[in-house]
């Protein structure tokens, strides 16, 4: 009797791995670029473990693999206000549904006077923003009147406020990415930093800001492509720690070449200003949301089945 049971089990434990890769090839692809076989295979041996199953294609093709962290897929806008001293600020960011409406002028209108109100009011969270007065009501009430104005779900997801005795400097690009920087030295200095963390998007001020777990995570896949180089312990152990310091510089607004100088790293040029930024902050729409594929085709035919 034992027999029959174990063939069920393994049966069940192949149709299970069947479903995983049928369900979830193609997304690990997206995340990932890698070919369709390479995702087959990771997916298979990480038994259906994304990240895992991430994490192998790493090790195997290197950094070709990593474009999750950049793929933005909701919709909205990243609202910011400076007060005119430089010395109060805000960023918030609020989604809604398509890009159509984040085009909307009473959507902008009402990020733009979030962001406002974030900075002169001092929020403690979402909940107390909600409740400050807004146009004939409060925010929240305001937030409603407009999702029925213009049919669609609108949220307020977060926001960021700095009061500083340095001065702030900020850029937004596009409206999908914004950044605010308190630092002190020349005031075109500040916008050029805001510029370029727009654009390189570090994780951290330094080395000591990045999350243990990020740290944790590379030292793993150096560790994995470090032992298939079949060189000595003590040359691993060097290859392991030069990728992660690597990484840190990578990931780190100060040790990042300067955008508009790239022969000169962010830490030299505020050095040679006799200048220093003491935080930033940066928003990119919809960073860690993911939105929802409308397969239209599929929905006519459901329709279409459902009325026969």
């Keep these: 009797m034992p027999r029959p049971v174990r063939g069920a089990q393994l049966l069940n434990r192949r149709i299970e791995l069947a479903q995983i890769t049928a369900t979830m090839v193609k ?10 076989m390479e995702c087959k295979k990771a997916l298979t ?21 990593s474009k999750a962290a950049s793929r933005i897929t909701a919709e909205g806008l990243v609202g910011l206000y400076i007060s005119a001293d430089a010395k109060q600020g805000a960023l918030v960011e609020v989604n809604c549904e398509t890009d159509f409406v984040a085009k909307n002028d009473d959507f902008i209108g009402f990020v733009n006077q979030l962001a406002e109100l974030v900075a002169k009011n001092d929020p403690a969270d979402l909940a ?12 929240e009430s305001t937030r409603a009147a407009l999702v029925g104005k213009i049919g669609e779900n609108i949220s ?17 690009h596009g409206g999908k990415i914004g950044v605010m920087v308190e630092f002190s030295g020349p005031a075109e200095l500040g ?3 805001a510029m370029h963390i727009a654009a390189t998007k570090p994780r951290a001020l330094d080395a000591g800001g990045v999350a243990q777990a990020d740290i944790d995570a590379e030292r ?3 560790e994995q492509k470090a032992a298939e180089s079949g060189k000595p312990a003590e040359i691993v152990v060097k290859m392991v720690e030069g990728s992660v310091q690597k990484f840190l ?5 100060l040790n990042q070449p300067f955008v508009k100088n790239d022969k000169q790293t962010v830490a030299q040029v505020l050095k040679e200003k006799n200048a220093a930024v003491s935080r930033y902050a940066l928003y990119v729409v919809g960073e860690g949301i993911e939105k929802k594929v409308e397969d239209f085709a599929a929905e006519v035919a459901a329709a279409a089945a459902g009325n026969a």
Excluded at 45 to 65: H, I, P, Q
């Design 220 to 222: 793993s896949v150096a």
């Design 27 to 36: 997304e690990l692809r997206e995340k990932t670029d890698a070919p369709m």
């Design 128 to 139: 107390a923003l909600n409740a400050l007065p807004l146009g004939e009501g409060k925010v």
């Design 156 to 172: 307020v997801r977060r926001f960021q406020r700095y009061a500083t005795d340095q001065q702030l400097a900020s850029y937004v």
């Design 191 to 193: 916008k050029d930093l």
């Design 249 to 253: 510089k990578e990931v780190t607004l």
């Design 45 to 65: 041996e990480a038994e259906g473990d994304m990240a895992r199953a991430e994490e192998l294609l790493r090790v195997k093709l290197g950094n070709k693999a």
